[in-house]
């Protein structure tokens, strides 16, 4: 016998809005364990970075990760911009932004 899974979703338009944002932000760029990792290493490029020893590929690694970082900034301040005023398509793309190419 199959199993039922039964819908959780929230009834608050609001957190409604996080969870696409969280949705959107995990199918690009992973779990949150994934996240926190990526994190911790641009914490450790930007280290290198600033005492002068980071090589050339490093740097465009860090580069990505900031690319993705401002990514993310950019779900957030949509995810905003839709709680202010929640659209019942909140889900619909073209609320927003478009995901980077890997």
């Known amino acids: 016998m199959g199993q039922f899974r039964i819908s959780t ?8 809005i996080k969870n696409e944002a969280r949705r959107r932000i995990t199918k690009v760029i992973g779990p949150e364990w994934k996240q926190q990792n990526i994190l911790a290493h641009a914490a450790e490029l930007h280290l290198k970075e600033t ?3 980071i090589t050339t590929a490093e740097s465009a690694e860090l580069q990505a990760i900031l690319g993705m970082w401002s990514w993310v900034k950019s779900v957030r301040t949509a995810s905003d911009t839709l709680e202010a005023g929640p659209p ?10 478009v995901a980077p190419s890997n």
Do not use: A, L, M
């Not at 979703?9 to 409604?16: A, D, Q, V």
């Not at 019942?88 to 932004?97: G, N, V």
């Open 51 to 53: 005492r002068g020893v």
């Open 9 to 16: 979703e929230s009834i608050n338009p609001i957190k409604r």
């Open 88 to 97: 019942t398509d909140y889900r619909d793309d073209q609320h927003w932004p």
